[in-house]
């Protein structure tokens, strides 16, 4: 339709006119005929609506919205449409007007057409946004509207990994936008949902993921304010912990809470343990969840210590990277492991040696005199790289904490000298068996003990000196190179 101004009327008075037309036409009896303008018209609205201020603008908001109630789906899908992208319009109302709007609003969120529906839902979540003193009492009506069941959950895990697959289920969109409107207002009044906690730990069972999150979110910050009310819901916090999706949000605000709510963690032990191998290449929420199970083992050691079995029962390789990293953090709880590490040592498997040699160096570090049968074989470990060709990193820190222990309980050589004896001449002489990586771990440690205490090797020494005059030029050649490791002059020991 073209319009035309009329002469003598300012814009103001046109855009008016105009707007007053296609609200009239929007209530033409023939529900063919609306369906058939609808689309134009309310372009033609969303455009014009721009140009209305004071009472016109909200006279115009008002008979529009009522367009809602139109029979017929494709007119209120497109008056719902048009009204999401005149949320900044609708906003600059006045407190009473838009009092009035949002009640409206939030009636109609029990529409059945899931389009509209999402469309609504997302209305108020911006009004929310630039309003929140509005919703601020109407907080429990937006619980209740996320009461709504969609057919099918949203779980993050289980999108498409196309990027541009949007957000499939709008029913759910829905009540995600319903769940920021909630966040909206408590970002600008958490006071008032002190006492709304259990209407969020509600939601901590939802079947939309995004909703989930947004609780965590409000509870995070009710937590900072009044932290006193967690206690109430540290359950139903702890059943997140099994949703990958979830499981980082829940666990920050457990580890703020930890250590005031001790004896309610401490029956959930179990699943604070699966949340820990669950969480297996997640670093950061790993290590709150060894903080939180620490904070608990303080008081109830004998419980966090049977949990610490129960893990090892299932001996995998991420179980045992978890006890290396409680070794690393706080050795004292896997002390009532160390025999079991200690056959770890000997497992075929390379992950698990790795873990279970850098979780008793940890203990070595404060506890030598409980690993110290262990140093020999881990000396052994050290010099025989070729056990660990797919980690090569693995004999630099070996050598590195071994030169930490040596260092700080020199006793601990009389350990590793004849473990020494006894490998390096096969190290030197069997020269398809050992890399070259082997020498240099070998010199490493080597040079470590020799500036510790160097009287201890006068036999090593005088073993190095006979293979310089080896007839084998590799033995030879191996045997400066180990030499040259330990920064010993070859001529003088001839």
Not at 34 to 59: H, N, T
Not at 467 to 485: N, S, Y
Request: glycine fraction near 2%; include cysteine.
């Amino acid at each position: 339709m073209i319009r035309r101004e009329p002469e003598g009327k300012t814009k103001k008075e046109v855009t008016f006119n105009i707007v007053k037309d296609i609200i009239w036409e929007l209530n033409n009896p023939s529900i063919d005929y609306r369906e058939m303008i609808i689309e134009d018209r309310v372009k033609e609205f969303a455009e014009e609506i721009k140009y209305l201020k004071g009472e016109r603008l909200e006279w115009a908001i008002l008979r529009f919205i009522d367009k809602l109630n139109d029979p017929s789906d494709k007119v209120r899908q497109h008056v719902a449409e048009t009204i999401q992208k005149i949320v900044d319009e609708i906003s600059k109302m006045s407190q009473r007007k838009l009092e009035f709007v949002v009640r409206k609003l939030l009636g109609r969120l029990e529409e059945r057409n899931d389009r509209v529906y999402e469309h609504l839902a997302t209305v108020v979540s911006g009004l929310a946004a630039k309003r929140p003193e509005v919703f601020k009492d109407k907080v429990d009506i937006l619980f209740l509207k996320l009461d709504r069941s969609c057919k099918d959950p949203y779980r993050l895990d289980e999108l498409p990994h196309d990027e541009f697959a949007g957000f499939p289920n709008r029913c759910q969109h829905a009540r995600t936008a319903i769940a920021e409107a909630i966040l909206e207002v408590s970002k600008k009044f958490p006071q008032s949902f002190y006492n709304r906690i259990s209407n969020l730990a509600k939601l901590l069972h939802d079947s939309n993921d995004e909703v989930i999150l947004i609780a965590l979110e409000i509870i995070e910050k009710i937590g900072h304010e009044k932290p006193e009310v967690i206690k109430n819901i540290i359950r139903d916090l702890v059943t997140c912990l099994s949703h990958d999706a979830i499981r980082s949000r829940a666990v920050y605000i457990l580890r703020n809470h930890a250590e005031n709510n001790i004896d309610i963690l401490k029956e959930e032990v179990d699943l604070l343990f699966e949340a820990l191998m669950d969480s297996f290449t997640d670093w950061d929420t790993v290590e709150q969840l060894i903080d939180i199970i620490y904070v608990v083992w303080k008081k109830y050691p004998r419980i966090v210590e049977e949990g610490m079995r129960k893990m090892w029962r299932e001996l995998t390789e991420e179980n045992v990277w978890i006890v290396e990293w409680f070794a690393d953090k706080y050795p004292k709880i896997v002390l009532s492991i160390i025999p079991q590490l200690k056959e770890a040592l000997y497992s075929e498997w390379l992950e698990i040696r790795r873990s279970a040699i850098a979780a008793l160096l940890g203990i070595a570090e404060d506890y030598p005199q409980l690993v110290e049968d262990t140093l020999p074989r881990l000396t052994e470990l050290l010099i025989k790289q070729h056990l660990f060709e797919e980690d090569p990193d693995i004999g630099e820190e070996i050598s590195n904490a071994l030169e930490i222990i040596i260092k700080k309980y020199p006793w601990t050589i009389d350990d590793i000298v004849p473990k020494l004896a006894e490998t390096l001449p096969k190290l030197i002489t069997e020269t398809k068996k050992f890399s070259e990586t082997c020498l240099k771990n070998a010199s490493l440690l080597l040079k470590t003990l020799l500036s510790v205490k160097p009287e201890a090797f006068k036999e090593i020494i005088s073993l190095l000196a006979k293979k310089l005059k080896d007839k084998d030029d590799e033995i030879r050649r191996r045997t400066l190179l180990l030499l040259e490791g330990i920064e010993r002059k070859p001529e003088k020991m001839l």
